[in-house]
């Protein structure tokens, strides 16, 4: 997994809750990194579910919860650090539609060995996707956080239900309400 | 709250990050160095790559000039818009003629004659509009030659222009010779059109792909119908297994050519048979093997077999149905086909008999001797019926006739015979029992006759009897009543005597028993004999009786003067009967002359009582007699004129009477064979006159046939010798003991002791060896003469001899000094022939005396069954019958005693025989 996923999370977890909580998390977790993360480097993804859960443990807020507040977190610095991706895209919907054949395929120019899940669209109307997530992951939570900061990030408000067809894929019915 | 360790843990963490995140740039820098350096590198060899191909384009570019100048054809390139030609290529230069710049300043219309230019304008408007057929365009070159071309052409850029290239092929030759190959295939395919075969072309599956209009015209289908055909669809469908595997048979065997037949059916379902020859056309990989079929409708020539086998089948069943066997066989007997009733005749069933030949087993050795020439005749064409004896299956042979004849096929040519059997063995059998039958008839003949001749023996005896006692008794009676009695006894007797006589010789003649036995003698002392025989009948009798003989005394003829002495006495004998007064007259004379015979003419004529005219017809029929009296006043068995008329046709002439007012003349003619003297001197030997005189030569003459005794008897008298006879080989030896002997003539076959033993006897001792022993035998053959020798006789004389042969063997054999004593001559021809008929008369009396006995022991021996009795009597009777010149009983004699034959009924013939002989003699006596 790419070293940004892990160092926007522990920054957000510096900033939201302590430097503290950080590092007490990175030092409980006994990483085979040891905590030591470079946004251009490359890390074993388990590390990310090691470090969510213990900040639930150390917060008492759930890995779902947390999963997906991150990825609405991430959302936002994404669009910071990559504004050419939002080029000529005005609504959420036709952001998520260009993930799978756009956004991921540049992805891959940047970094040849990053490992992408696949987001299939399915435009069932014209404010109504529908999204099939499939990865080894696991990381649907994170996905839906990533939705969620998509809507946000547009200032669109969205109705998401998630159907976990297994362990790897998940269908998002995603309809836009304004 | 946060402490210092804590911090100081985020800045380690936040350093080793900076410094992996530094590590991975460096990486990444390094990277992209490398790549730099790849593509600088990568520019400098584009570089080369670029100048290499320019000059591979420059090398191709120079090549394609040599391609387009040097190209065999002629190339043009010319503007699409005016049609100017733009570039040629030397090939071009050279075709046409035209220079390279006089080339560019043409258009391609001005290749053309002028009246085509519309056309090629035409033509180059609709380019790329459809794909082009390969047009053919005349071109004129330079000098006005013309040649066909075709164009291949493509449009291109040159020059900046819309340009189009053209090669142009000279297409004149390969035009002519495509032209004469179509004429040539146009002639094939006209003769093949216009055939009435049927010819066509098939691939190895049958399909066609090609057939003529002959056979459209026979099958009735369309070309179209029968090209989406195979060939086994118009078979008959009965023939198309035995099609397909001829056809198959003919591809495994790899058979270039076959011939076969078959039928098929047309459109309409009519039945056409086909004759066919199939050749295999080549192979081809693509298309396999394929076949050429020529045929031929043979439909009538079929129907003509069918029509041929069809009567053929109807003969043979008729055949079959009258039960006759029918077989056929080929040229050489080998039978090919047999027929139920044939079958049945002989017990084999058809699979037995076919393939065999039938000589082999159907017939036996006989049969097959008969068989060959049938087979030859066959072969010859010819025909026969013959009747032969069948073996059949189960080893009875049975009897068929059989109607052979040869049979053709239809180009006529001997296919074999047939043989057609009719089973004849009832028939055969019922011919076998009326050969029985027939035999028995015969037999029943035959003992008829037998007992007519013993009746007539029996009654004859009796009537010697009576007669002589009726002689004797007219020499002793004087009562002249009782004479006159015993007259009429006599007479009466006699009559019945010569009435059994004649009886008997008739049925002798007419069972063809009696035979004419010509030979040579003096015809006028025969008839003279017989005038003077019945001169006595005349005595006491007032009427003349004359001969006139106008024929040489001399002349000898080949005749049988027994027979005609009985003709000529026997008419003399009618004649003096009926005649009372006037005459009997007899004349002779030659009627006619050729070099080797004469017809001599007889005429016997009276003036006796005549013959009626009614009957003057019927008196050579057996019992008639002229007037046919009841008061007997003539007498006669009236057999005399039938005896006469049968013996002068067996001695092949004719007799004929003139009867009128008491006048009665019979005539007849006879041919004659003339023996002239040279012949005469041959046959008959002249009694030798040098005669010696045998006086004090001692004969003994051992001899026991008394007819034989005494012929040697009067012989010796003849010769003066001194001789004794004695009866046996016995006797001769008491004989000579006890006196003086020269010579002994000995008999070889005598009762008591025979004279082959008496010789040896006589050659024991030595007392003995100066005496001469000649052998007498009446059998000359070697073995017996070798049988004489072998036991020490001196020489050998068969019997019988004449005299002549007796004197020589006497002289060859006695010593010359015995007769030197006696010289003198004596004797006359004269006294030897009145002495030869004095000595034959005694010697006949002595032969009827002899007889006598030899038919009573030769009677008793057939009741005996003797047959050894039977050959001693016909031994010891057969010289004699030789000296009476008896053919017929000398062959009898010989048959009986040397032949086979069946032996009793052949001894029965012979004691007729010698009876009928005796009488005869007895009668001339």
Known sequence: MKGIVFTELIEMIENEFSFKIADDIIQRSNLKSKGVYSSIGTYDHKEIFILVKELSDATGISSVQLFRVYGEHLFGRFKSHYPSFFENVSDPLSFLELVDSYIHKEVLKLYPDAQLPSFVPDRIAINHLKMTYSSQRGMSDFAHGLILGCFKNFGKRSEIEMEKISESEVVFNIKQLD | ?925
């Open chain 2, 1 to 925: 709250m946060t402490d210092k360790t804590t911090f100081d843990r985020i800045i380690q963490r936040e350093r080793a990050a900076r410094k992996e995140a530094e590590r991975i740039m460096e990486d990444k820098s390094r990277e992209l160095f490398d790549v730099n350096e790849k593509l600088v590198a990568l520019n400098t060899n584009l570089e080369e790559e670029i100048s290499k191909r320019t000059e591979k384009i420059k090398e191709s570019e120079s090549q394609l000039n040599i391609l387009f100048n040097k190209h065999p054809f002629p190339i043009m390139v010319y503007n699409l818009a005016d049609l100017r030609i733009l570039a040629v290529n030397k090939t071009a230069v050279q075709k046409y003629g035209y220079s390279n710049s006089e080339f560019l300043r043409m258009t391609i219309c001005d290749l053309h004659h002028k009246s085509d230019s519309k056309n090629v304008i035409k033509y180059v408007k609709s380019i790329g509009e459809k794909p082009k057929k390969n047009k053919t365009w005349t071109h004129i070159g330079a000098k006005g030659n013309t040649f066909e071309v075709i164009t291949k052409g493509n449009s291109i850029d040159f020059q900046n222009l819309k340009a189009r290239i053209v090669v142009i092929e000279d297409i004149t030759e390969k035009k002519k010779l495509e032209e004469e190959k179509e004429n040539q295939k146009r002639k094939y395919q006209d003769l093949i059109e216009s055939s009435s075969d049927i010819i066509y072309r098939i691939k190895s599956n049958g399909a066609f792909t090609y057939v003529n209009p002959a056979c459209i015209k026979l099958t009735g289908y369309s070309q179209k119908e029968l090209l989406s055909m195979t060939f086994s669809d118009l078979v008959t469908p009965k023939y198309k297994k035995q099609v397909s595997s001829f056809y198959n048979f003919q591809l495994e065997s790899k058979l270039n050519a076959t011939y076969t037949e078959f039928p098929i059916h047309n459109k309409n379902g009519k039945e056409i048979w086909l004759g066919q020859n199939v050749e295999t056309s080549g192979y081809n990989i693509d298309k396999g093997i394929s076949f050429n079929a020529t045929a031929r409708d043979i439909t009538d020539r079929k129907k003509l077999e069918k029509a041929l086998q069809r009567s053929e089948e109807k003969y043979r069943s008729i055949i079959e149905n009258m039960e006759l066997g029918l077989v056929e066989v080929d040229p050489e007997g080998v039978i090919i086909n047999a027929y139920p009733r044939f079958c049945s005749l002989t017990g084999y069933s058809v699979d037995e008999l076919k393939g065999r030949k039938g000589a082999d087993f159907l017939l036996d050795d006989k049969g097959r001797e008969k068989y060959k020439p049938q087979l030859k005749d066959r072969k010859e064409g010819k025909g026969n019926v013959y009747e032969i004896q069948i073996i059949r299956k189960d080893g009875v042979k049975i009897w068929v006739l059989v109607s052979g004849a040869p049979f053709y096929d239809e180009y006529n040519r001997i296919k074999g015979s047939f043989g057609i059997h009719l089973d004849i063995t009832e028939q055969k059998m019922l011919e076998v029992e009326l050969k029985v039958a027939r035999d028995k008839a015969e037999d029943s003949l035959k003992s008829k006759e037998l007992f007519l001749a013993n009746i007539s023996h029996e009654i004859r005896t009796p009537l010697n009897a009576i007669i002589g006692i009726t002689e004797l008794m007219n020499k002793i009676a004087k009562d002249p009543q009782l004479l006159a009695q015993l007259k009429h006894v006599n007479h009466a007797s006699s009559s019945l005597l010569s009435l059994i006589n004649e009886l008997l010789l008739l049925a002798k003649i007419e069972a063809q028993k009696e035979k004419i036995e010509p030979v040579t003698a003096n015809l006028y002392s025969c008839l003279n004999q017989s005038f003077e025989l019945l001169r006595n009948q005349t005595i006491g009798k007032g009427f003349d009786y004359s001969m006139e003989l106008k024929i040489d005394k001399e002349a000898y003829y080949l005749f049988d003067p027994i027979k005609l002495g009985q003709v000529v006495q026997n008419l003399l004998s009618n004649a003096i009967k009926f005649t009372t007064n006037g005459y009997v007259d007899f004349k002779t004379e030659i009627f006619s002359s050729s070099f080797d015979s004469d017809v001599i003419q007889f005429v016997i004529s009276d003036s006796g009582i005549g013959i009626p005219k009614t009957d003057i017809d019927s008196i050579f029929e057996n019992f008639e007699q002229a007037t046919n009296n009841s008061n007997g006043v003539f007498g006669g068995t009236g057999l005399g004129l039938p005896i006469v008329k049968k013996i002068l046709d067996l001695m092949g002439g004719e007799i004929s009477v003139f009867s009128n007012e008491g006048k009665t003349s019979f005539e007849f003619f006879l041919k004659l064979k003339k023996i002239k003297k040279n012949e005469l001197e041959t046959q008959a030997k002249k009694i030798v006159l040098d005669q010696k005189n045998f006086s004090g030569v001692k004969i003994l003459v051992a001899e026991d046939n008394k007819v034989n005794q005494f012929l040697i008897e009067s012989q010796m008298i003849n010769l003066k010798a001194d001789f004794t006879i004695v009866d046996n080989g016995l006797e001769a030896l008491e004989y000579i003991k006890s006196n003086e002997v020269d010579l002994v003539l000995m008999d070889m076959r005598m009762p008591i002791m025979n004279g082959i033993k008496a010789t040896e006897i006589i050659r024991e001792d030595s007392k003995f060896s100066d005496l001469k022993i000649i052998g007498l035998t009446a059998n000359a053959d070697k073995a017996n003469k070798d049988e004489c020798y072998n036991v020490g006789m001196n020489d050998f004389l068969s019997k019988p001899y004449s005299f002549d042969q007796l004197h020589a063997i006497l002289i060859k054999n006695l010593n010359p000094k015995l007769l030197s004593k006696n010289n003198d001559l004596s004797g006359s021809i004269e006294n030897e022939v009145d002495h030869e008929d004095a000595f034959q008369k005694k010697l006949n009396s002595i032969f009827i005396k002899d007889s006598h006995i030899r038919i009573l022991e030769l009677k008793q021996s057939i009741i005996n069954k003797d047959i050894e009795t039977v050959k001693n009597i016909c031994h010891a009777i057969r010289p004699s019958l030789s000296h009476l010149k008896q053919t017929g009983l000398i062959d009898l004699a010989r048959t009986l005693e040397f032949e086979e034959c069946d032996f009793f009924a052949t001894t029965e013939m012979f004691v007729v025989h010698l009876e009928t002989l005796i009488i005869r003699m007895q009668k001339l006596q």
